[in-house]
Each structure stands twice: as structure tokens, then as C-alpha cells.
């Protein structure tokens, strides 16, 4: 990897291939295009095959949101093209930063202080380095103690959560501008209302004039001029009416006789006792039949005891007698005056 030199506000830069390697862009290109010739004579020029080979447009989510590798908020260490590039084997060969830190906490009473300073220089190697700053590792900051709420900021946060309970009121929709003419201001209502003007024209006076003198009417006026004179000879008929032979001598077939004949209805319910021979007579079945003991049951009268009949209908009970009257029941018993 060719570096250049680097600001913290900007990414890597590369390098343009050296010569040496430029050399080989046309014998690469040459072998594209037979490459390329000869897909296109293989495969199968179908527009249905190739409608169903093209993918579906489909949201790319990416697992790892795209940042800048050299945001930080300390400078970074610019590498000279006259320094030997890290190979990649020297790049993941740095422990990661957090094993560090983390032994730096243990050692910090234990260690003189030159050896600790050389720990801080492998910490800033492994957090400058290409993988690191490619995952965008940070170092580690102190946290802040979180601080409890008092009465006053409880408050403030129930008023806004009562602001966000409440049901969102859609705004009024804003008054459309009438463009139209006020109606008491419009000539052609006025006009209308108005009730419609009439004209009377007399009519001329009937003149008998010469050509109506003259004229002589066509054969077909006089036709239709003429009365229409209707037969009553079939309204005014001799009693009795004669029967003709044929009528007298007709004789009925099955299907008329069938059709005279008047509908039987047939009906469950038995005809009525008006009707029948002999309307008190019993059926021998009903004779033979013997009573259930629920019909029994139900044949037999009930038994009903009146409790409104008392032995001494004049006797008076003790709470009508200790009983007060009041002054409304006073006012209904004194007499009408008349």
C-alpha cells in the first residue's frame, strides 16, 4: 500500500500504479474482450431469460455505518514516504488497544514510570494503526456520575409527558380564497327575479273572404262529413235466443268433463259438526282409548281457597286503633260544604 501523507480531516490517499505494472493494461484488455465475445455467442439471447436473470432492486442496509477512519479527536501521526510501510502482518501483530489499558490499570503501582511510558507508546501505536483506525476504535473516556433528579426536574418531566399524552388535533384547513362574485352584487340574479313581462296581442277579427266564398269541397271531406251508421241488429235480439244445431248436438270430451269439475280441497281439520250426519256421535277409537295418568292429572279440578273471606269481616286490628291521623286524612274527612 502506497501512503501519502494524511490530515486529520481526510481519508487515504493512493498512489498511481508505477510503470512496471502499466505495461501489462493491454494484454488484460485483450483478454476482456475475448472474454466478452465469447459470452455473447454462448449464451442464450432470450428476453424472457434475461427479464428473469436480472436481480430485484432490493434496499442495501449496510451492517456498518461508513465514517471516516481518521476522526479522532487527537492529531494524527503522519507517515513519511521516506518510512518503511507496516506490512500487513505488522499491522495485526499490535495487541488491541483495550488489553492494553486494561493492563496499564493493573501495573500502574507496580511499574516505574519509563516502562510505563514505553506501554503508552505501543497504546498509541495499536490505536494509530490501519485496522484500528478502519473500525474506528476510541479510547476509553471517563464516565460521568449520573445525577439523580430533584423535585423540579420531575415536575418539568410530567408536563411534557402530559403534553405528548394528549391526542394530536389536526389543524383547521385554511379558508380557500372565493374568487367568485357576491351574489347580491350579480346584475343577472336581479334580472331573473324580476317577474316575466307578458305581451298581449289582440287577435284579428274573422273576415269571410272571397276564396271561402268560392271553394268547393273534394269527394273524401264529403266522406268524412258523412255520419258512420252502425249494425244494432246483435244489440236487439228476439227472446228466446236460438241455439244452433251444432251447439245441441256437441258432445263433451274427458278433458272438458275433468275441467267442470270443481277443485277438492283437502284439508287436515275435520269437517264442521253443521255439516256431519250425525254430529254428537263418538268414533269407536275413542271409545276403546284409555286416559294417561297425565290426562288424568289434568282432568281433575284444582283446589282454590279464597284467603279474602275473613271469620269477623267487622274486626278492627290493633294498629288502626293506635293509629294517628294526620292532617291532610282530617282535611278529607270533614264534610263538602254545600
Known amino acids: 500500500m502506497w501512503l501519502k501523507e494524511t490530515k486529520p480531516e481526510c481519508c487515504e490517499e493512493h498512489e498511481p500504479l508505477p510503470a512496471d505494472i502499466q505495461c501489462l493494461t493491454p494484454d488484460i484488455c485483450r483478454e476482456l474482450g475475448r472474454l466478452y465475445y465469447k459470452h455473447c455467442k454462448t449464451f442464450v439471447k432470450n428476453q424472457r431469460i434475461l427479464e428473469l436473470a436480472k436481480s ?4 442495501r442496509v449496510h451492517r456498518v455505518i461508513n465514517r471516516c477512519p481518521c476522526f479522532l479527536k487527537k492529531s494524527i501521526e503522519i507517515i513519511r514516504l521516506d518510512q518503511r510501510a507496516n506490512t500487513r502482518t505488522e499491522q495485526l501483530a499490535y495487541p488491541r488497544a483495550r488489553h492494553l489499558l486494561l493492563f496499564k490499570q493493573q501495573i500502574l503501582r507496580l511499574f516505574p514510570s519509563e516502562r510505563i511510558l514505553n506501554l503508552n507508546r505501543l497504546i498509541r501505536k495499536s490505536l494509530f494503526s490501519l485496522y484500528s483506525r478502519l473500525a474506528n476504535v476510541q479510547p476509553p473516556q471517563e464516565r460521568k456520575p449520573i ?9 418539568k418531566h410530567t408536563k411534557i409527558l402530559k403534553k405528548l399524552a394528549k391526542h394530536k388535533v389536526a389543524p383547521k384547513p385554511p379558508a380557500m380564497p372565493v374568487k367568485r362574485m357576491p351574489l347580491r352584487q350579480m346584475k343577472r340574479y336581479k334580472y331573473l327575479a ?11 277579427d ?8 268560392t271553394h268547393k269541397a273534394s269527394e273524401r271531406t264529403k266522406n268524412l262529413a258523412k255520419p258512420v251508421i252502425r249494425d244494432t241488429t246483435m244489440l ?11 251447439v245441441l248436438k256437441h258432445k263433451a270430451s274427458k278433458r272438458i268433463i275433468e275441467l267442470a269439475e ?13 255439516l256431519k250426519e250425525n ?6 277409537n275413542a271409545l276403546k282409548t284409555k286416559a294417561s295418568k297425565r290426562t288424568q292429572e289434568l282432568a281433575e279440578p284444582k283446589e282454590y281457597e279464597n284467603k279474602h273471606i275473613r271469620d269477623d269481616p267487622y274486626a278492627i286490628s290493633k294498629a288502626a286503633l293506635n293509629a294517628k291521623a294526620k292532617p291532610r286524612t282530617i282535611e278529607l274527612a270533614q264534610p263538602k260544604k254545600v
Open 56 to 59: 430485484k432492486p432490493r434496499k
Open 147 to 155: 445525577k439523580k433528579w430533584d423535585s423540579s426536574d420531575w415536575e
Open 194 to 204: 324580476k317577474p316575466k313581462k307578458s305581451q298581449y296581442v289582440e287577435k284579428a
Open 206 to 213: 274573422w273576415v269571410f273572404t272571397y276564396e271561402m266564398r
Open 236 to 246: 236487439y235480439q228476439d227472446l228466446p235466443i236460438k241455439i244452433p244445431l251444432g
Open 262 to 274: 270443481p277443485n277438492a280441497r283437502r284439508t287436515g281439520q275435520a269437517a264442521p259438526s253443521d
Open 279 to 284: 254430529p254428537f256421535g263418538i268414533s269407536p
